[in-house]
């Protein structure tokens, strides 16, 4: 209903103002973008454990996109929890009850909690698969609309080394996920975006940290938004 008013209050006001300078002309094109939703699925990085709402990846990525596009971004409806599996994400969904669909972007991020339990990545892979076609579904089936986010290597945190983790086989698990989720994804023509090596490089310096030295800070999140918004204006150029 807002969104109909808005509309012909627009063209409306348009009518009456046939011959307005071109600047405002641009102007009322970018109002009348239709307004895009956002779904975000994943466990404690995409809820973003330890970090205040604001610096949240969904939330800075929604803010960064309505401040330098022409298209209009709902808040981003976020499915998330710490601690979450894949197949408890899946449980999550179907609580949750997401309302949007088809949403114009999902994103997702799930799997550590795999890796952290000690499941293998055959049973990753087979769980992975069902949840990027659920995704798929939420995109109203448009794969070029949702993107995946890699796994970040916990192992290089001083949580992991306080608790004498074995960082290597850490390592190695993380990156055979990752090659299963990178492979699924482009079975289905999904844009897979790393953030794993980058993770690796600065995860572990203390500005980089949430307070309970496992967690990133919104630092990171920054440049994961980053990453997600220049595919993003591959899917939306501005108009």
Request: hydrophobic share 40%.
């Amino acid at each position: 209903m807002k969104i109909a008013l808005l509309t012909g209050l627009i063209l409306a006001f348009a009518a009456c103002n046939p011959s307005g300078p071109k600047s405002n002309e641009n102007d009322f094109a970018a109002m009348r973008t239709p307004i895009k939703t956002y779904l975000a699925l994943g466990d404690s990085y995409t809820i973003g454990e330890g970090v205040d709402e604001a610096d949240r990846y969904p939330n800075q990525l929604v803010k960064k996109l309505n401040q330098e596009t022409a298209h209009q971004w709902l808040e981003a409806e976020i499915i998330a929890k710490t601690g979450w599996t894949v197949d408890e994400l899946d449980k999550g969904i179907d609580e949750a009850g997401p309302t949007g669909e088809p949403y114009d972007l999902v994103t997702l991020l799930i799997g550590v909690n795999n890796q952290y339990r000690g499941r293998s990545v055959d049973e990753y892979r087979v769980e992975f698969e069902q949840m990027l076609l659920r995704a798929i579904g939420y995109a109203g089936n448009l794969p070029n609309h949702v993107i995946v986010l890699s796994i970040p290597d916990w192992g290089i945190t001083p949580f992991a080394t306080n608790r004498g983790t074995d960082k290597a086989k850490v390592a190695a698990e993380i990156d055979a996920y990752n090659a299963a989720k990178r492979s699924i994804c482009g079975k289905y023509g999904i844009k897979f975006i790393d953030i794993t090596e980058d993770y690796r490089a600065v995860g572990d310096q203390p500005e980089m940290l949430a307070k309970d030295n496992l967690h990133p800070s919104g630092e990171i999140y920054t440049r994961w938004t980053d990453l997600l918004f220049e595919q993003i204006k591959t899917i939306y150029p501005a108009p």
